[in-house]
């Protein structure tokens, strides 16, 4: 039996923003949220350490173009309110996004960290891929869409994915589960993330 009703929920979302010309910008995000009965902390106490580190090391950059760093709020209640408030504040300017880059799932000790590409135009495509080939514990991951960077990609915006190589046993047997513990997770793919 399904029971299913629709519940108002309000969505918040922590936004930081440096660079030089905020209407042409890379977007950075991991989902702050994890499921009830779960530690989460490969989904995604990780993946925000790592936006953390991250905003750490760019604070300070003369960057050319808008840097958004933002911990969204709702992935994993399927309620998805800080993604929808995210596009209700972005509504007519999604096209100023040149990428956007979703930290999920990051950190597990089995495996490599695995990038996958959404919609990236050649250039930036190959762009990437060479700047990321430089990084040995960084190999190319199959695509999954279960997470933040899908409402980049159903929007048009390209899209980059970090997450771990193996995916699938950590989403099929990890995630959602009160097996995701800290124990799993390896600092040193963090920092190299």
């Not at 950590?170 to 993330?193: C, F, G, K, N, Q």
């Amino acid at each position: 039996t399904l029971r299913a009703e629709r519940r108002p929920a309000a969505g918040c979302n922590v936004v930081a923003r440096t660079g030089a010309d905020p209407h042409r910008r890379i977007v950075l995000f991991a989902h702050i949220d994890a499921k009830a009965g779960t530690p989460g902390a490969l989904d995604n106490a990780a993946g925000v350490t790592t936006l953390l580190l991250l905003a750490e090391l760019m604070k300070d950059e003369p960057l050319e173009q808008g840097l958004e760093i933002i911990a969204l709020n709702g992935e994993d209640d399927y309620s998805a309110a800080g993604e929808m408030l995210f596009l209700a504040q972005n509504q007519g300017r999604l096209a100023d996004i040149t990428l956007g880059i979703n930290l999920d799932g990051l950190g597990y000790r089995r495996g490599k960290t695995a990038f996958s590409l959404y919609g990236c135009p050649t250039g930036l495509a190959e762009v990437i891929g060479g700047v990321l080939s430089a990084y040995p514990g960084l190999v190319e991951g199959e695509s999954w869409y279960q997470s933040d960077h899908s409402l980049f990609v159903m929007n048009g915006v390209p899209a980059l994915a970090l997450t771990s190589s193996e995916f699938t046993p950590l989403w099929m047997e990890i995630a959602h589960t009160a097996s995701d513990t800290p124990d799993l997770v390896d600092p040193a793919r963090l920092v190299e993330a």
